[in-house]
């Protein structure tokens, strides 16, 4: 289970900090968790869920004890993430982290945000209990840290209790993402904060290649063996749709390498990132197995005998309105028309044209 900890990114701030012991309290609350199949909401509409979130619970708390200590692509991501809090003069006394790398983000946090208190929420009580026992490992100074057990499309908070929101590679396993996502601002408090990373569709594009090809070969036929991830396109229309303001973009590639794709699939379980659709194939045959692992190899091995597996990760950043917040001016209120604007640069261009 040991991975080659490579991966190829434009630019990483890494800080080190001496590590100090931090207070912390156990939450204990109830788990949501939704329903297979469709799902009954409150106002009596329906919806499919298209990921089984009780599997995916037991898939974290077998993460919870297979977790590498300082995965370089989960730390990577977390780090990237919190970089944006150094880019705000404000500060941000009580923030949530939900889901996702919780072990990486406390870790790594490093008093950046002037986070007095942070609430730590997961449907995983092992995955909890691995934070709440890994404190010493952690670098922040004077946090109360709270751990709580809940779902991130059912939020245990109160309305306007938040300053800020971190979710870093979880929410792209909600049914309703933009629900989720609602529900985060909807906690936050005016001009509060939300931090999202979530995977891309190009991510594990080689080992969905590789799947689609070896069932092909093996069954005649193909079943859904990677869990539909959201586009980069569609990030931003999920920030303006939650009703976020100031809502900002951005998008990173990591090219993780392994020793073999049996190597990729241990990771991938030690992160929680295992295969979630409620309408998957429950067995998968050997051989098919045995042939997406050799057909891996040929078709995107590389010269030193790894395989590179692609993560896409989608970083988004939204606000909650906010008075003080930079608003665009209201439609027809303006004075210049572009028509002149054009015509009086474009007459000096002309003119500085030599004859």
């Known amino acids: 289970m040991r991975a080659v900890g490579a991966f190829q990114r434009s630019s990483l701030l890494l800080r080190r900090r001496r590590a100090n012991n931090k207070p912390y309290a156990l939450v204990p609350s109830g788990s949501f968790c939704t329903d297979n199949g469709f799902e009954t909401t409150s106002n009596g509409s329906s919806r499919v869920n298209i990921f089984d979130r009780h599997l995916k619970r037991k898939q ?26 150094e880019d705000c003069r404000k500060t941000f006394p009580t923030a949530l982290c939900l889901g996702g790398s919780l072990e990486a983000v406390r870790r790594l946090l490093r008093g950046r ?39 991130e499309e059912f939020l ?12 870093c590679l979880g929410l792209h396993w909600t049914n309703d993402l933009p629900g ?14 939300f931090l999202g990373a979530i995977l891309g569709g190009e991510t594990l594009k080689e080992l969905r290649i590789a799947c689609t090809v070896a069932q092909m070969e093996r069954e005649g036929g193909i079943s859904p063996r990677v869990s539909p991830l959201a586009q980069v396109r569609d990030a931003g229309n999920l920030l303006t749709r939650a009703g976020f303001t100031l809502p900002s973009v951005d ?15 241990e990771h991938l379980r030690a992160m929680g990132e295992t295969n979630a659709l409620l309408q998957r194939n429950k067995i998968l045959n050997r051989e098919t197995a ?49 028509k002149d604007i054009h015509k009086h640069f474009g007459s000096e261009n002309q003119s500085a044209q030599p004859s």
Request: proline share 4%; glycine share 4%.
């Open 60 to 85: 974290r708390d077998r993460a919870a004890w297979l977790t590498r200590p300082n995965d370089s692509f989960v730390d990577a991501v977390a780090e990237n993430l919190l970089d944006r809090l």
């Open 113 to 151: 945000g002037g986070i007095e208190k942070l609430i730590m929420m997961d449907t995983s009580y092992d995955m909890l209990k691995l934070c709440k026992d890994a404190q010493q490992d952690a670098h922040n100074d004077n946090i109360e840290t709270c751990f709580v057990v809940g779902d």
């Open 156 to 167: 245990p908070l109160k309305e306007s209790s938040l300053d800020l929101a971190i979710s």
């Open 180 to 193: 989720a996502m609602i529900q985060c601002k909807l906690a936050l408090k005016p001009d509060g904060l």
């Open 251 to 265: 998008v990173d590639q990591y090219t993780v390498k392994y020793n073999s794709a049996l190597e990729l699939i």
């Open 290 to 338: 045995l042939a997406t692992a050799a057909i891996y190899d040929s078709m995107f091995a590389a010269e030193d005998g790894s395989i590179p597996a692609t993560f896409q990760v989608i970083y988004m950043t939204g606000w909650r309105e906010h008075y003080s917040q930079p608003k665009p001016k209201r439609r027809g209120s303006a004075t210049v028309s572009f």
